[in-house]
């Protein structure tokens, strides 16, 4: 089961959030105290313990509320991808005679082979394909959610789901678990999406305490700004007209801050603060902002130095090739029986990897 303190400072496990807690954490890993913890380049760590620290960062992040057991049976693939260069034999000549008579122009094929070959392994040992082992966790409806940016957090994303504010294809789903097919097409109910509400901003909790409430910021002005022109009785008087200037002008004087806008039509827009860092759309999604609406067009693949997995980790790093082989070890001992577990889309047997 999931840790209710996800983002504890001091573990500092990146989350796929939205949270300003969260990119503390994700800043600790990269520049701050813990930079070091997942350098194995210097470490008296043995072998088994390498692997072990690469699987809870990397679990960290992909997938923290799917349990580990379930995770190594239905979403752990049976192999990576294999992206080497295929040789192409050369066929028999028909005699010797053909042979002499072609041999410059054979030479010369030969080694345009030969660099083609070589350019094309080239290519092929630089692409992550270690990263393609969660390429599973990204169909979850739940995840694709987030990676739209139609949710803060896949937690807010899983509570929509349950509550019954997302539908799959044009009808009401609640499984979280469910893995999305090419052209699939998830709606979520703008109601539900949190910066979208008018509330978003009048309520600590949304976003954390890095944001104040309007009202508060507004009392706080006004103190100071009497406190200034207490011994002015000219400006004192300016103050109060100003004052029911801004009280007439409504509900749209009270919600303007630096990360709020208000359409034409009424509808509220709060970009939670620090945000800027996640807000990203994976090649293999189509997203229509104002229908609040995702197109699953594919599963995520890789190429030369470039994966459609996201991480926050090198997706050709250490971390996730040590990750691998953890799993890969013990992926033998988990899957006998298999017969008698329940998939997460309710299913029996038959996994869809093998």
Not at 72 to 80: E, I, V
Request: charged letters at 25%.
């Amino acid at each position: 089961m999931r840790d209710k303190n996800v983002y504890n400072k001091i573990r500092a496990l990146p989350r796929m959030s939205w949270s300003p807690h969260n990119l503390y954490n994700l800043w600790q890993r990269t520049f701050g105290r813990l930079v070091e913890d997942a350098n194995f380049t210097k470490t008296n760590d043995g072998l088994f313990k390498q692997r072990w620290k690469a699987k809870r960062l990397i679990r960290g992040y992909h997938g923290d509320f799917v349990g580990e057991t379930k995770f190594k049976r239905w979403y752990l693939p049976a192999s990576l991808p294999d992206v080497r260069a295929r040789r192409k034999h050369a066929t028999p000549s028909a005699s010797k005679q053909a042979l002499i008579a072609n041999s410059v122009q054979r030479t010369r094929d030969i080694e345009k082979e030969q660099a083609e070959r070589a350019k094309e392994e080239e290519e092929a040992g630089n692409t992550p394909v270690g990263s393609l082992f969660l390429s599973e966790l990204e169909r979850r409806l739940d995840v694709v959610i987030f990676r739209s940016c139609l949710a803060h957090s896949v937690y807010q994303a899983r509570h929509m789901i349950i509550r019954g504010g997302v539908k799959l294809n044009g009808r009401e789903h609640i499984n979280p678990n469910t893995r999305m097919n090419p052209g699939d097409m998830v709606t979520v109910d703008p109601s539900r999406i949190i910066f979208l509400q008018t509330s978003a901003l009048l309520n600590n909790r949304t976003y954390g305490s890095v944001m104040t409430r309007p009202k508060d910021e507004a009392n706080a002005a006004g103190q100071g700004r009497d406190d200034h022109d207490a011994g002015f009785s000219d400006r004192g008087q300016k103050q109060s007209d100003f004052q029911q200037k801004s009280r007439s002008r409504g509900r749209k004087a009270r919600l303007t801050t630096p990360c709020s806008i208000e359409a034409h039509n009424g509808s509220v827009f709060h970009l939670p603060p620090y945000a800027s860092p996640f807000l990203f759309i994976p090649a293999y999604l189509e997203v229509n902002f104002p229908t609040c609406s995702a197109v699953y067009i594919r599963h995520p693949t890789a190429r030369s130095g470039y994966s459609e997995v996201p991480t926050p980790y090198d997706a050709d790093g250490e971390l996730i090739r040590l990750a691998w082989e953890w799993y890969s070890r013990i992926r033998p001992r988990m899957r006998r029986k298999r017969d008698l577990w329940m998939s997460p889309n309710q299913t029996y047997g038959q996994w869809p990897m093998l």
